[in-house]
T-cell receptor
Framework: DAGVIQSPRHEVTEMGQEVTLRCKPI?????LFWYRQTMMRGLELLIY????????DSGMPEDRFSAKMPNASFSTLKIQPSEPRDSAVYFC????????????FGDGTRLSIL | KQEVTQIPAALSVPEGENLVLNCSFT??????LQWFRQDPGKGLTSLLL?????REQTSGRLNASLDKSSGRSTLYIAASQPGDSATYLC???????????FGKGTKLTVNP
């Protein structure tokens, strides 16, 4: 089975540009999570969806961040405009949705904002 | 607010040694606790998931224990190998939430 697929793997762009990160969850999973990992703060949950509906976006740092899940097999995380402090590794994870099931992570997108 | 702490932040051991990684959490109201492995430049690989009603889980050379009342978990690695070198993270799922709250990890180096 294919795991969680994220694209791009690496993104380098200048501040002020729009950045879009993409995620394809594992087929059949109905919960999707976006995390951000930095050296200072570790792994932090930004937002999660259940059955394509955003459930908790309290971790989204600012209005510059937005996330969508138009269908069960695709999600995007968008930053507009981007800033150097957004540089981090962004992970997407999915699970079967029941709290007793493990989350499965993608390989992440390493984002560098110059 | 749930907080997860992992000590030590880094650990270096010779090959063949048995070792224990520690994880503590501040609120015992959890559904479960999950141990992950992260290799450099990679995502997280789930190693073991312990439900709140369980005391331990085993997979090969790995054994994870959970003492919910004291807010502690340990990951025991037997007969460590250089291939075990990675960062190990623990995460708890608070009751009433689908979120995971992560510790900052323990970076393990197993020297040949």
């Amino acid at each position: 089975d294919a795991g969680v697929i994220q694209s791009p793997r690496h993104e380098v762009t200048e501040m002020g540009q729009e950045v879009t990160l993409r995620c394809k969850p594992i087929s059949g999973h109905n919960s999707l999570f976006w995390y951000r990992q930095t050296m200072m703060r570790g792994l932090e949950l930004l937002i999660y969806f259940n059955n394509n509906v955003p459930i908790d976006d309290s971790g989204m740092p600012e209005d510059r961040f937005s996330a969508k899940m138009p269908n069960a097999s695709f999600s995007t995380l968008k930053i507009q405009p981007s800033e150097p402090r957004d540089s981090a590794v962004y992970f997407c994870a999915s699970s079967f949705g029941q709290v007793y099931q493990p989350q499965h992570f993608g390989d992440g997108t390493r984002l560098s904002i110059l | 607010k749930q907080e997860v702490t992992q000590i030590p932040a880094a650990l270096s051991v010779p090959e063949g040694e048995n070792l224990v990684l520690n994880c503590s959490f501040t609120d015992s109201a959890i559904y479960n606790l999950q141990w992950f492995r992260q290799d450099p430049g990679k995502g997280l690989t789930s190693l073991l998931l312990i439900q709140s009603s369980q005391r331990e889980q085993t997979s090969g050379r790995l054994n994870a224990s959970l003492d919910k009342s004291s807010g502690r978990s340990t990951l025991y690695i037997a007969a460590s190998q250089p291939g075990d070198s990675a960062t190990y993270l623990c995460a708890v799922r608070p009751t009433g939430s689908e979120k995971l709250v992560f510790g900052k990890g323990t970076k393990l180096t197993v020297n040949p």
